[in-house]
């Protein structure tokens, strides 16, 4: 499955640096498409979302970052903080006090990107975890800026042996740009074959799109080489290449939080499903070892074997329930499939008939899924053991704003003052509150019970 993955990701490089590379050819045939566009308002507003896409990408990178603590996006944030912030100190901050930009400001928004994108092509060569991503977060942040002061302050040093870059003096590109956007270029393929091959030995779908992205990046640099941009306000060809690849980059790491956010939802659902298994289960083998021991021990076998079939038949029930909300919280079966399996089981035997409705529009993450299935669990229980109930109804829908579960039995139900609440009703209150559902309930004696949890928005 990987292998076949990684084969598309080859032929749709491929095919992507056919496309790109034909362009290119174009590009330099034609000399006209190489003119630079001297439109200083669309610059700034191509400069402004390009910036805005970096400072995306990092803030999801950070994010990513403090749930799993990895160096590899540490890296990637770090990276894209430095892409934004130069751009927004050395590019748009003059622009926005009306001031133009000086030699010193383009020169360190260039080597402001290189420092960017050397982080980021370095990212997919490092491994391990951090111990502290806050503290390591913070120093990385503080670090960038450091380096960011510090191009502008070697820029400033140097301001009267590079070149001005203003379009006037310069009919051609300076050598000491070219050599710098050709640095550029060999960091987004450097980026580019480090991704690719992360993608080849992982298979993570964020390795995926930063290597797509990176190629678009590349073929920016190629054409900002042919093509320098050596006026305040130019555009050509590479802006809009740049701004394609920040958007690409954008889609895979958001696709990688959200990823990254449910495995870890999940890792929480399965440790705490793992933990009732063993709560469950232990009065129940509690008793079939109590009752074996006996047995060992002379007692009346016409009286004990019962008791330890009892026993066994419920503690094999209470594993059946566990490994179902297991299952829908883990992903491998729907929720819906595995709370209908539940209620087959529980009316085998037909003492109680149940009702279910499930609305298919309605979405419920793998937290709500989890405690709804033991709430329904919960409740059904109560209504077959202790309100001798013969008809159940379970709905899971929704209205305006709201999602809702409503349980109703025709049992006996009781007084719902403060000391008739059991363990029971308490458990299902907490584990309402902890998926940020209002639990109510009305009962009355010999009117049956009706138990309501209103969930959030989705």
Not at 350 to 362: N, T
Request: glycine share 12%; net charge negative.
């Amino acid at each position: 499955m990987h292998h076949d993955r990684y084969e598309k990701f080859l032929w749709g490089q491929l095919l992507l640096f056919g496309l790109l590379g034909a362009s290119l050819g174009l590009f330099l045939t034609y000399h006209s498409l190489r003119t630079p566009y001297h439109l200083p308002e669309l610059k700034l507003v191509l400069t402004t979302v390009s910036m805005l896409g970096a400072g995306a990408v990092t803030v999801l990178s950070a994010t990513r970052f403090g749930v799993e603590g990895r160096r590899f996006d540490l890296l990637l944030c770090c990276g894209f903080f430095v892409l934004a912030l130069s751009w927004l100190a050395f590019s748009i901050g003059p622009e926005l006090v009306e001031r133009p930009a000086a030699g010193t400001d383009l020169w360190a928004s260039t080597v402001g990107q290189l420092l960017g994108w050397g982080l980021i092509a370095a990212a997919p060569f490092v491994h391990g975890r951090v111990e502290r991503p806050r503290f390591a977060l913070g120093s990385a942040f503080a670090l960038a800026v450091c380096g960011l002061v510090l191009a502008w302050g070697l820029s400033s040093s140097l301001g009267g042996s590079l070149p001005t870059l203003d379009g006037a003096t310069h009919t051609g590109a300076p050598l000491t740009l070219t050599g710098a956007l050709a640095i550029a270029a060999l960091l987004s393929l450097l980026a580019l074959i480090g991704f690719g091959s992360r993608f080849r030995e992982r298979g993570e779908d964020l390795d995926y799109w930063l290597a797509f992205g990176a190629t678009l990046m590349l073929f920016s640099a190629l054409h900002f080489i042919f093509t320098p941009l050596v006026r305040t306000g130019d555009v050509s060809e590479g802006d809009f290449l740049r701004l394609l690849s920040y958007g690409v980059l954008l889609v895979g790491v958001w696709r990688a939080i959200r990823e990254s956010e449910f495995r870890r939802a999940v890792a929480e659902e399965r440790a705490r499903v793992a933990r009732e298994i063993h709560d469950g289960l232990a009065q129940y083998l509690f008793a079939v070892s109590t009752h074996a021991s006996m047995l060992e021990a002379g007692a009346d076998p016409a009286e004990t074997l019962p008791k330890l079939k009892e026993a066994a038949l419920a503690a094999q029930q209470e594993a059946r329930y566990a490994i179902l909300a297991l299952s829908s919280a883990s992903g491998r079966a729907p929720f819906d499939s595995a709370l209908r399996r539940y209620v087959e089981l529980l009316t085998a035997d037909g003492l109680l008939d149940v009702e279910l409705s499930i609305d298919p529009e309605v979405a419920l993450g793998p937290d709500e899924q989890i405690e709804l299935f033991k709430i329904v669990q919960e409740g059904l229980s109560n209504a077959r053991k202790h309100a001798g109930a013969r008809r159940a109804w379970v709905e899971i829908g929704a209205r305006v704003g709201t999602r809702f579960v409503r349980l109703r039995d025709d049992g006996a139900g009781f007084q719902t003052d403060a000391g008739s609440t059991g363990q029971g009703l308490g458990n299902m209150r907490e584990r309402a509150a902890s998926i940020g559902g209002a639990f109510s309930l009305d009962s009355t004696p010999g009117g049956g019970t009706a138990l309501e949890v209103v969930l959030r928005a989705s």
